[in-house]
């Protein structure tokens, strides 16, 4: 289990709102908008685990 908070900060910090996390990753991958939804957390948990979780 990751806690929301370990993957968070991985990107930004441990209390970054679902927003914040959004415009990191589009910046990051040159995506376009993405809906404020569940597939943020999910492309934010794999890149955390891909890169080790900080």
């Known amino acids: 289990m990751i806690y929301p908070a370990t993957w968070k900060s991985n990107l930004d910090t441990p209390k970054a709102q679902r927003e914040d996390i959004a415009a990191i990753l589009e910046h990051m991958f040159s995506l376009n ?4 939804d569940a597939q943020v957390d999910a492309i934010a948990i794999t890149y955390a685990a891909w890169s080790g979780l900080g």
């Open 33 to 36: 908008p993405l809906k404020l």
